[in-house]
């Protein structure tokens, strides 16, 4: 893990630099402080942070079992994650997303049972109160509904 950290955090400051370049071609507003480049640039420095901190983290931190078991649980909750985003379309926004919460949840070892029956509900629930009946955004609609 090590190896891979500082591979990764190089690879990170890397794009922050390259971003951060290729800001300076933007054109500077008379009108305004911040100009185009303001957000960019912004973003480009709090990567170039981010991949400093990882850099220097994995100097100072030993590898251990506990850390190898967290990169096998965000590894399954990125491809259950995947999943979800890809069978959207085919059962329907409402459907995929209880059954990606209790997965979530599963996965997660929630223990407490009421949460596997609120979270989803109440999550579609709000979905459609604010989407679909408040701002009339429709969603997804799939086989199931």
Do not use: H, W
């Not at 100009?35 to 709090?46: H, K, V």
């Not at 995947?82 to 997965?103: E, R």
């Amino acid at each position: 893990m090590k190896r891979a950290n500082i591979i990764s955090s190089l690879i990170v400051m890397v794009i922050s630099v390259f971003f951060y370049y290729n800001t300076l071609g933007f054109k500077k507003l008379n009108t305004a402080d911040v100009g185009p480049a303001a957000m960019p640039r912004l973003f480009s420095i709090i990567l170039m942070v981010l991949g400093i901190i990882l850099f220097t983290q994995s100097f100072l931190d030993k590898e251990n079992r506990k850390a190898k078991k967290i990169e096998k649980i965000i590894f399954v909750l990125t491809g259950v994650f995947l999943m979800y985003v890809f069978l959207i379309p085919v059962l329907g926004f409402y459907s995929t997303t209880i059954f990606f919460i209790l997965i979530m949840l599963f996965i997660t070892k929630t223990k407490q049972i009421t949460f596997y029956l609120f979270v989803p509900l109440f999550s579609c629930i709000f979905v459609f109160a604010f989407f679909e009946y408040f701002l009339t955004v429709p969603v997804p609609k799939g086989i199931l509904f």
